[in-house]
């Protein structure tokens, strides 16, 4: 790295226009890094770095770093002459890669080292500088991908998605991380193996303590440096897409951690968060709350968001604890927190924001979705804001997810006495555009895996897991499994190791889990093929109870339609017991195939069943002139499609 007298620093060079100050304080801007953080670059002929950030109530900025011995007397930054409150400076030849901080002198005497807001690579932690990053020159290969990707997530679009948490999906022998690059070698092929349509991942931002996942984010711009560098992101990116498979990025705008280099208190006062604890301070989490009613915090979000679909070429932005953005009383007693200027629980600047996000992303990107982890019954979170809505694409349904997990962990004798936590959800299935989760938050802090929730021995276990994956792939609603679900990880989710993918040998338990597997693989493929399962989604017309009242024998039967009128049937069993001449009714006489049976023996079932084949019989039940006598087998699901 440079260092020494050669280093200068030349005052007056910017590349923020007037244009760009203005609407960076109206909080509108949603490009600031093109004009904050290190920009390397040439001036007059001199190539140096352009460090520009935003420290409105500081004394001084100092741009320190391996290139002026970390002296913050060097080169101190200039504010700019229209009050914006940013302060700027060119350092010539400063190297790629060189690391640095901000040291800012609060007007309390008290100097603070920063690592950069708007830095675009940063250090592996537990080291917390910025690096000097140019641009990658990175050449895309997904330009069919991007000009077609809006078919993909559309709501009449199957959607099947995978969580991903980059550093436990996969590790390698030695217990390390899989890079970037691994990732981009291994990941596109398993997805498209298993028929999965998306992939999510935690939080890919730089955080601090890996252990939060993500979601303590320091870096809203950066990639986190623990799976190599930017560039090899972008080609993890390019190589799902062109494997056909969608991005989606976790993204965190409702709180951000304490640590002392980042963005808390960040020129000696609340500058990103609220000053009053009771509207700044996250009680359950120990975090810092955005202050949305500032406008360049809001500037710096949007920008954030806006950030990784631009340069990162994500497909759309799963935002998480929204529910805490909305309500100003959000996990707190009374006397805790501060209503709004009606008196209400609302946080109205937080709404505002996230209207005009949504707004923002959908006009700049027209291919891409928007999901929010919502999970109150706030109405209209994905429906847009012309209509009153919040302008998101989609809504995790978390009743849902509560409902049927509850139901499965219940010793099949008891589930007759709950049978509304199978059905209650389509009482209120198109009120959103749903997605269902079984997220990594059912699966963490003592919960157990999905494995785990289910009652009985093994074989009944493995039996529950594949009914339970049927009963998602046939509800109403897009479809998101976190790692190892597919296959019934045993254990709890581990983020300091591998999923247990020894588990899937035949030889281990007489192979019940690659059986698991497999059926995973059939039923995710047939969902991913068959029109009836997604093309309705939104729509009551896709869906039709048979019968949702058996509660005694706790068995649902309904039907699904496709917009030409083809119908696939879903019949659950929800007991270990075999049921013969078990009578649905059926819309028609025509002949219908058990497309798929979660008993197979393919599936290490008992190989119960009704021999690929039932004719229907003009006899008149659930109120339908036809009617088929089926076979139900012990704790499974029955796919019945149209010959």
């Not at 302060?87 to 640095?100: H, I, K, L, P, R």
């Not at 979705?369 to 429906?383: D, F, G, I, K, N």
């Not at 083809?566 to 009578?583: A, D, H, L, Q």
Request: charged letters at 25%; glycine letters at 8%.
């Amino acid at each position: 790295m440079s260092m020494g007298a050669e280093n200068e620093i030349i005052h007056g060079v910017t590349l923020a226009g007037e244009t760009d100050i203005y609407l960076f304080r109206e909080g509108s801007h949603a490009r600031i890094y093109e004009f904050l953080g290190a920009h390397a670059m040439e001036h007059d002929g001199v190539k140096g770095v352009l460090f520009a950030v935003w420290a409105p109530n500081a004394e001084e900025v100092s741009v320190i770093g391996d290139f002026n011995g970390w002296d913050p007397a060097r080169h101190k930054l200039d504010p700019r002459w229209d009050s914006s409150g940013i302060w700027e400076g060119f350092v010539t030849n400063v190297a790629a890669d060189s690391c640095y901080k901000y040291s800012i002198l609060a007007k309390n005497g008290k100097r603070l080292e920063k690592c950069d807001p708007l830095a675009f690579f940063c250090e592996e932690p537990p080291r917390t500088a910025s690096k000097v990053y140019p641009e990658p020159d990175f050449q895309w290969h997904d330009a069919d991908w991007m000009a077609k990707r809006k078919e993909h997530s559309a709501l009449d679009k199957p959607q099947s998605i995978y969580e991903v948490h980059a550093g436990s999906w996969r590790r390698t022998a030695e217990n390390n991380y899989l890079s970037w690059l691994g990732l981009a070698h291994e990941l596109p092929q398993y997805l498209t193996e298993n028929g999965f349509t998306h992939v999510e991942f935690l939080p890919v931002m730089e955080h601090p303590f890996y252990g939060s996942w993500g979601y303590q984010t320091t870096g809203y711009f950066a990639p986190t440096s623990r799976y190599s560098r930017p560039e090899d992101l972008m080609t993890m990116v390019d190589a799902l897409h062109r494997a056909g498979i969608a991005v989606i990025l976790d993204w965190v705008p409702s709180h951000f951690p304490t640590d002392a280099f980042g963005l808390g208190r960040f020129d000696g006062t609340a500058l990103y968060e609220h000053e009053d604890p009771r509207k700044g301070f996250h009680p359950d989490w120990k975090s810092y709350i955005f202050n949305y009613g500032r406008n360049e915090v809001r500037s710096f979000l949007m920008s954030s968001a806006r950030f990784w679909l631009d340069r990162y070429h994500a497909d759309g932005l799963r935002v998480d604890a929204v529910a805490s953005m909305l309500y100003l009383d959000y996990s707190r007693k009374e006397g805790e927190w501060v209503p709004n200027k009606y008196g209400g629980r609302e946080n109205i600047e937080a709404i505002d924001f996230l209207k005009k996000l949504n707004e923002t992303l959908y006009l700049d990107f027209p291919g891409v979705q928007t999901t929010a982890e919502e999970s109150t019954a706030w109405p209209m979170v994905s429906r847009p804001t012309w209509l009153g809505g919040l302008g998101f694409g989609y809504k995790w349904n978390m009743g849902w997810m509560h409902d049927i997990l509850n139901y499965m962990s219940k010793d099949p004798i008891f589930r007759q006495y709950h049978h509304n936590n199978l059905t209650f959800g389509m009482w209120y299935a198109y009120s959103e555009s749903f997605v269902l989760p079984l997220s990594h938050d059912e699966v963490v802090h003592g919960k157990g895996s999905l494995w785990t929730k289910m009652p009985g021995d093994d074989w009944q276990k493995a039996a529950n897991l594949r009914l339970l994956l049927g009963w998602m792939t046939g509800h109403p609603g897009k479809k998101l499994l976190f790692m190892g679900g597919e296959f019934g990880q045993e254990h709890e989710w581990n983020h300091d190791s591998s999923l247990d993918w020894h588990i899937l040998s035949d030889d281990y338990e007489d192979g019940i889990h690659s059986g698991i597997q497999r059926w995973f693989h059939d039923v995710n493929n047939f969902y991913k093929t068959t029109p009836a399962l997604w093309e309705l989604d939104q729509d009551p017309r896709g869906f039709e109870w048979i019968d949702c009242g058996d509660a005694a024998s706790s068995v649902v039967s309904f039907l699904r339609r496709a917009k030409d009128g083809s119908e696939v049937i879903f019949v659950g069993n929800f007991t270990p017991i075999k049921r013969e001449c078990y009578r649905i009714g059926v819309p028609h006489g025509k002949k219908w195939r058990e497309a798929l049976n979660s008993d197979s023996a393919l599936y290490g079932g008992s190989n119960c069943g009704n021999l690929g084949e039932i004719t229907a019989e003009k006899v008149s039940f659930h109120g339908r002139p036809w009617s088929v006598s089926l076979t139900l087998p012990p704790l499974a699901c029955l796919i019945l499609t149209e010959e």
